[in-house]
């Protein structure tokens, strides 16, 4: 009788209920992860067609899905951006903890590890399949190479030289028109100066229609310069972040080179040809100077590698306020230099070759090759 009563006790059928709902709740979190996994390969096949991304996705979806990310974030003053990475760094931090905890004293059941199993392969499909939709599949477009009918193509030697003695000039001649003591204006100023750089370019180049302003500072500048970064694009709020801890000079061509980010330019190369496009549409010398400042760094160090005596050379007719501002420069970078910056910036690099950039962190110098495609077919820069 004791034993009859027992099994068929109120705390009995507890615990068969309990047991029953922890196997649906399971069963319907492998369901959801099938499908969420079914979404990830739907995505991943669209990705290998570039002509289908570029005219459905880039030119379309994202045109929409971004420009209504920046008009929720572009009224907040500060970055959003920042805060979601914060939040999700923290996250994780006391998701390790409480693992770690949890190992130590082996409190781990096989049903609390196929719940955390669960939960974690869910949070990455559904960090994968928004990554995606809200930004990562503009890294498969045809992008600019197509709207411009511009294709980058291997270049001599004789074609760099030409490419650095151009940007030499126009360096120097946007550096003279600075003054000796130039002074940049406030960093709200250069943002806003950007936009108008972009509804400049836009006349020329009408793939290039910025709407819907959201450029912050980012909260971390001082920060990241130990990791060696000048801006980032927040695919999850839309938001182009700014480093603006960095000499002044440099600012005007980071910020253009984010909002190209923003307007679908995934590759890092492409990235900075946009913001070339812009920074040189604005009236403004501030980003006239830092364009071409930045873009004969690239051309020099291209040029080094295949003739460092002439990037020497280069070096020697550049004038004397521009390499004042080369020594702030590099002043700048031997400053904030540490032992993590390398790994960050491979861990980058990898990133990069993962998303169509078999280069890695050496993309951002194929602008080069857009340059001299560019020069080719217009005659100047």
């Known amino acids: ?46 990705s290998l067609f570039p002509l289908f991304v570029e005219h459905y996705y880039s030119s379309h979806l994202y045109f929409f899905v971004s420009s209504f990310l920046r008009v929720l974030t572009g009224i907040i003053p500060f970055s959003i951006g920042d805060v979601f990475y914060t939040g999700f760094v923290v996250w994780i931090m006391v ?11 082996r409190t781990i059941t096989r049903e609390s590890f196929l719940s955390s199993f669960q939960r974690t392969v869910a949070i990455v499909l559904w960090i994968y399949i928004l990554f995606n939709v809200l930004w990562g599949l503009n890294y498969e477009r045809l992008g600019i190479a197509y709207q411009l009918r511009l294709l980058p193509e291997r270049y001599d030697v004789g074609e760099l030289k030409t490419l650095t003695r151009e940007l030499i000039d126009k360096t120097n001649k946007a550096r003279k028109q600075l003054g000796d003591t130039s002074v940049y204006p406030s960093n709200k100023e250069i943002f806003a100066q950007a936009k108008q750089a972009y509804i400049a370019a836009e006349k020329k180049y009408p793939f290039l229609h910025y709407s819907s302003f959201s450029v912050k500072s980012s909260l971390y500048g001082t920060f990241g310069n130990y990791f060696g970064f000048f801006g980032y694009y927040n695919p999850f709020t ?17 910020t253009c080179h984010e909002m190209a980010h923003q307007l679908g330019y995934g590759s890092e190369d ?12 604005s009236d403004q010398n501030t980003f006239q100077y830092s364009v071409y400042f930045e873009l004969f760094a690239y051309a020099n160090r291209e040029l080094f590698i295949r003739d460092s005596a002439t990037a020497k050379e280069n070096y020697q007719l550049l004038d004397t306020l521009v390499k004042k501002d080369i020594r702030t420069y590099r002043k700048f970078i031997m400053e904030h230099q540490n032992k993590i910056e390398p790994v960050i910036s491979m861990l980058y690099g990898e990133y990069l070759k993962a998303n169509n950039q078999p280069k890695g962190i050496n993309t951002y110098n194929e602008v080069v090759a857009w340059l001299i495609a560019y020069r080719k077919k217009y005659g100047e820069l």
């Open 1 to 46: 009788m004791p034993s009859f009563y027992i099994r068929n006790s109120p705390l009995s059928l507890l615990n068969l209920n309990t047991t029953v709902r922890i196997e649906k709740d399971r069963k319907q979190g492998w369901i959801k992860i099938a499908i969420l996994l079914l979404i990830a390969i739907l995505l991943k096949i669209l």
């Open 95 to 105: 998701r390790l903890y409480k693992t770690a905890r949890a190992t130590l004293k």
């Open 238 to 254: 839309g938001e182009a972040q700014v480093n603006v801890t960095v000499p002044s000079f440099i600012i005007p061509f980071t």
């Open 270 to 281: 492409e990235a900075n040809f946009a913001g070339y496009l812009a920074a040189k549409s």
